[in-house]
């Protein structure tokens, strides 16, 4: 009999690193893929993303709408609380017997007391992590200890587990599960990717993608004002933007980045989504990725890609030495894509290493999955490091 399982979903960027995951669920004769579907998939002003993932040809088994008024921390409070309860029923109907939960945002954090609530045994992807410029940290910390087992993009962040006091057992670095997509996706070549975008790349081309940190001081418009003036400095290159994501402080940031691409249209284009292969084609195709998202850490180092990450909401992360670390900061910003421009320093690009791993991740999860008894793991035992247990 098939084994249950569901794949909970709430923005592009994790159905991204998910994709191959969900794919192979799909297809396997001994799984039952239930895919639920949340967040900021099912906002209009995000692109209504749902829609992607039905095209894709994945059946959803359900959705939760969190009521996600605005981005001020009391509505994503009160979203958390709606998460909650509509997981609890979603869960309720479908039984599953396992829920695979990527990362670190407040609809994963939904999940988790959901599932865990109702003994149903949770599958972390991507804990470990450390990224102390946002709410992300504590959210992603909590899940770890609600979960039964791990999967971890990297040795440090399995080290980081199990001494959070997970048994060492249950923990399992399989690498990260967005560098799949270079080993499996077919990615557009530069005259298919300017007619999917309806965009022509210039000679220097920059993505930029800015989200909130939500833990620093600074204010995120302020912060994205900096970022747009740096760009300035650039008049000759192209840019890419993407919107950042609905956490608190986002809304503001929107409008700022309509505007200068509506100010610069001949050489500016603005996208709710992009989708997993625009974005990783362009990954390969531009100079520079600007702003503070994972992905700069995470996938534009395997594209060759050098990356320009600006502030602290990545702090504490492993990176490559393609990632330039910036202040949020115009002069900083823009001397920092200078660097990535510098033809020394693009030179050195041929010898990154991506600490993240070699992309076979989906197959590593489901062997572990299988080998799995889900009622079993529900009990779980704190590993103490030190030995000594309680006194």
């Not at 359900?62 to 008024?69: I, K, R």
């Not at 006091?165 to 557009?188: C, I, K, S």
């Not at 195709?285 to 995470?298: E, F, K, R, Y």
């Not at 992309?359 to 529900?378: K, M, N, S, T, Y």
Request: aromatic share 6%; proline share 6%; charged share 20%.
């Amino acid at each position: 009999m098939a084994r249950r399982i569901a794949v909970v979903t709430g923005t592009r960027a994790d159905y991204g690193l998910l994709y191959w995951l969900i794919h192979d669920l799909h297809q396997a004769p001994d799984w039952e893929l239930q895919l639920i579907v949340s967040g900021m998939h099912l906002m209009p002003r995000f692109g209504r993303t749902v829609e992607v993932i039905e095209r894709d040809g994945f059946p959803v088994a359900a959705t939760v709408d969190l009521g996600l008024e605005d981005d001020t921390p009391l509505s994503v409070a009160r979203a958390i609380g709606a998460g909650t309860a509509g997981f609890a029923n979603v869960f309720a109907r479908l039984q599953p017997d396992w829920v695979v939960i990527l990362g670190d945002r407040f609809e994963a954090l939904a999940t988790a007391c959901a599932a865990y609530t109702l003994r149903v045994p949770i599958a972390h992807i991507h804990g470990g992590e450390i990224t102390e410029g946002a709410l992300d940290d504590g959210y992603r910390h909590a899940i770890t200890k609600l979960a039964a087992l791990h999967f971890t993009a990297a040795e440090p962040y399995r080290r980081r587990v199990i001494q959070m006091g997970e048994a060492p057992e249950r923990v399992y670095n399989v690498g990260a599960p967005g560098l799949e997509h270079w080993v499996r996706t077919p990615l557009l070549t530069r005259p298919e990717l300017e007619r999917a975008l309806d965009f022509a790349l210039g000679e220097t081309t920059l993505l930029v993608t800015f989200h909130p940190a939500t833990l620093d001081e600074g204010s995120p418009a302020d912060q994205c004002r900096e970022l747009l003036a740096a760009l300035d400095a650039f008049s000759h290159a192209h840019v890419v933007f993407t919107l950042p994501n609905a956490d608190p402080g986002g809304t503001a940031i929107i409008p700022l980045l309509e505007g200068y691409a509506a100010r610069h249209p001949q050489r500016c284009r603005l996208f709710a989504s992009l989708g997993q292969q625009r974005y990783l084609s362009l990954l390969r195709q531009v100079q520079a990725v600007v702003g503070n998202s994972s992905s700069g850490l995470i996938e534009a180092p395997s594209a060759g890609c050098v990356t320009v990450n600006i502030g602290e909401r990545q702090r504490g992360r492993l990176r490559a030495s393609s990632v330039i670390d910036c202040a949020p900061h115009r002069g900083d910003i823009e001397a920092a894509i200078r660097r990535a421009l510098d033809p020394a320093f693009r030179a050195t690009l041929g010898q990154v290493h991506n600490p993240y791993g070699d992309g076979h991740v989906a197959a590593r999860i489901l062997q572990v999955l299988r080998q799995a008894e889900p009622r079993a793991l529900l009990r779980k035992p704190f590993y103490d490091i030190s030995g000594e247990g309680d006194a």
